[in-house]
């Protein structure tokens, strides 16, 4: 929602993955995305130079930590389109997202 690719990129674990599935437009079979690192950041550093940041106001995003074990925590968020499944790991003292599943709603 900020645009803040500094932000997303300090985040993100090097060998993260972003998983979802989509529709083909051409075929209309379900086909799995997958979006590592580098595609994640670039999405929004290029998004952030001709895009403006959400107003505040809808920057809604309802947020579930549904589990914490010892080094790992699984986090459930939802916006008004999308849904993220998200697995973190705690390293090196800081906690880093690891591995995303999206759907659409």
Request: proline share 4%.
């Amino acid at each position: 929602y900020t645009l803040e690719w500094e932000r997303l990129a300090n985040a993100l674990h090097p060998a993260v993955i972003k998983r979802g599935f989509n529709k083909n437009s051409t075929s209309g079979r379900m086909v799995i995305l997958n979006s590592p690192y580098s595609k994640l950041v670039e999405n929004v550093r290029g998004a952030s130079t001709h895009t403006a940041p959400k107003p505040e106001a809808e920057r809604v995003c309802e947020i579930e930590v549904q589990d914490i074990f010892q080094n790992t925590a699984s986090v459930k968020a939802v916006g008004s389109t999308w849904i993220d499944h998200t697995h973190l790991q705690y390293l090196e003292g800081e906690w880093k997202i690891i591995n995303i599943f999206y759907d659409q709603l």
